[in-house]
């Protein structure tokens, strides 16, 4: 079956999906991006999402394409025209097309892009059996919490780390972990509590970490929201990362560190077994 990608109002077919060579966000960076899981033939937390979204866009000046409601049925109809059982819905929008020059227009129309790609969550290796974690600098931009299209530092990140035998990339600044490349970084500490990094303008807010957060509200478990260092979570617990596309994820060795006993820990997989069955709540798509 070919893939069919939203692009500026149609769906078309994969190989007749065309953005022009003057788009700022080709030229530029200039744009945003979202990814949405779909576990199940279902979208998960799909209105955080695209609370994010809009959030992300109006930080740079970029007019959401569609309102909110009409970018879910854009998603929907993609997630049943591909017939994605699992996998991601990944939205961009950039500013628009004009004539390359720093300064632009405010009257640029945006190009809103959508399009699905199957991936295995539930089940997936990582998910499963944990994963390890490169540490390297933070060299990205001022205003992480901004979902940039503008990802060099990530993509040098995760392959600069991938060349020790790890699967993620922590970014470090001032001694600090601030997230993953493409996730959030959470670990348990000896007294069981659960830290994380509070939200700020050095970090994404992350969708799926404002849902484990409020499952282990829930679930009584004590949380801070606060600064560690890669010391402190190689020996922690455990350790974990969040992400849309990788639900819950144990990290079981950080740079040449085990955590613990080297296997997934049991609070982080009891947080993926609770997400997955909210995740798994309301009707399919299809």
């Known amino acids: 079956m ?5 692009l500026n ?39 955080l999402h695209l609370a994010r979204l809009e959030r992300s866009l109006g930080e740079i000046g970029i007019p959401m394409p569609l309102e909110c409601r009409a970018i879910a049925e854009v998603q929907a109809e993609l997630v049943r025209r591909n017939r994605i059982e699992e996998g991601v819905v990944y939205l961009q929008v950039t500013r628009g097309v004009a004539e390359r020059e720093f300064t632009f227009s405010p009257a640029l129309v945006p190009t809103f892009v959508g399009f699905t790609q199957q991936k295995r969550i539930t089940n997936a290796v990582s998910a499963r059996d944990g994963i390890a ?35 993620e990339a922590w970014l470090v600044e001032d001694g600090y972990v601030t997230e993953g490349a493409s996730s959030t970084a959470y670990i348990v500490n000896a007294d069981g509590v659960l830290v994380s990094r509070p939200n700020s303008h050095s970090v994404l807010p992350g969708c799926t970490k404002a849902a484990i957060l409020q499952i282990a509200s829930d679930a009584g478990l004590h949380v801070e929201e606060r600064l560690f260092t890669v010391a402190e979570a190689q020996v922690a617990r455990e350790v974990f990362l969040t992400s849309a596309s990788s639900i819950v994820t144990p990290v079981v060795r950080v740079e040449d560190m085990a955590i613990g006993n080297g296997r997934p820990g049991a609070l982080t997989m009891r947080l993926q077994q609770i997400y997955l069955e909210l995740a798994m709540r309301g009707p399919a798509l299809f």
């Open 2 to 6: 070919t893939r069919q990608i939203y």
């Open 9 to 47: 109002d149609r769906f078309v077919a994969e190989a007749e999906a065309r953005i022009s060579l003057f788009d700022r966000g080709f030229l530029f960076g200039d744009g945003v991006y979202e990814v949405s899981a779909v576990i199940g033939r279902r979208l998960v937390d799909n209105d």
């Open 133 to 167: 974690v490169g540490v390297v600098a933070d060299q990205r931009w001022a205003r992480r919490d901004i979902k940039s299209v503008m990802l060099l530092a990530q993509v040098l990140a995760k392959n600069a780390v991938k060349a020790r035998g790890c699967q």
